[in-house]
């Protein structure tokens, strides 16, 4: 499903860029500040509905303009469809094929989209919600009853954590404990089925990407192991009654990962943090086409920062093996040696996006430092 044709008129410095990508790896250069990112955060808002930069919609607004609007054309089955995102300063539309939509998860069902933006590191580490959103983000897109679920299972956690706050009695306190139970199992279920296959991508994926050390990535679900949700919450009411939110369940799952060097457990630099983590995109991204068999958008911004020669290289060389559309930032094309021929280069400048010719092809062969570097 690849994005055939993109518009994008008043966000932030982009006055109007009209864009016709190709289906495998686009290229943007550009010099600091010309607008690289821009663009990838206004494909990112079309296909989200939200930005990877900011949570004030007035921010993306170009200065001196009154609305915004991202469209774009998506081709799914031989099918082409119309996706339109405008915020007026007030609310936003969304449109699919000229219908006013509601909600922004129609966008993402329409175009499938996931990001290496250079804070992605810093967000996984910091936050659970971000480690619990690459196992949702899958859920979401590949089994048809999680997201439903997950709405289910947030409202009723919501009634619970409001009831647990306000003088009520027990019976109207634990009115939701068996329904939350129930459903927090199921999202348990599902999205332990889906870390036992990210766990098995992500791993070959992060050896083949560091070659040094041992990676490990485990899941946390929320509460004990060996205990059912519904024990674990009628045993903490006390405890949860005192602190006035429910402390067991689905919304506190985690991912943990560690490495391992010479059997020490290892610090991990930005540079390898930010490699595992781009080894979990990747997995997730993989996972995700080899299950629905669709494409999906993905987005790499300035994603040679804070990696040496070899692993951007590497990071590179997976990125361009993958059967998918990638939308890649550099500074410079010399930034980016590509290895294949068929893709297409931007050149962002004074705020606006042209296409120019490609760099010529530099043949793969194996880097002889490769070797001293890495062992
Ligand atoms: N709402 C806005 N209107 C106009 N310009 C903006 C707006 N928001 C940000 N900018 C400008 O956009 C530029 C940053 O663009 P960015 O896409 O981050 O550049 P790059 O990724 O190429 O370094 C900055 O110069 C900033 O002042
Ligand atoms: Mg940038």
Redesign the pocket.
Known sequence: MPLTRLEIQNF??LQKAVVEPGEKLNVIT??????????L?AMHVLATGRSFRTRRWA?????GADNLVVHGSVVEGGQEHRVGLAFDGRGRTIRIDGSAMKGTAVLARHVPLLAITPELHFEFLRSSRHRRGLLDWWLFHVEPDFYPQWLRYQRLLGQRNAALRRPSPPSVQFLWDEDLASVGEEIDRSRQNFFRLLREEFLQTAAALLQRGTVSLRFLRGWEDNEPLLAQLQRTRTSDQRRGFTQSGPHLADLHLALDTDGIRTQLSHGQQKILVIALRLAQLRLFMAKTGRRCVLLA??IGAELDRIHRQRVCDVLEALETQIFL?AIEAQDFSPRSAGLRMFH?EQSYIKPVSPLPVTPKKSDPLDVEMLK
């Open positions: 932030r410095l550009g010099w600091n500040a010309a607008g690289k990112t821009t663009f955060e921010e993306l607004i170009r200065h911004d300035d930032t962002v």
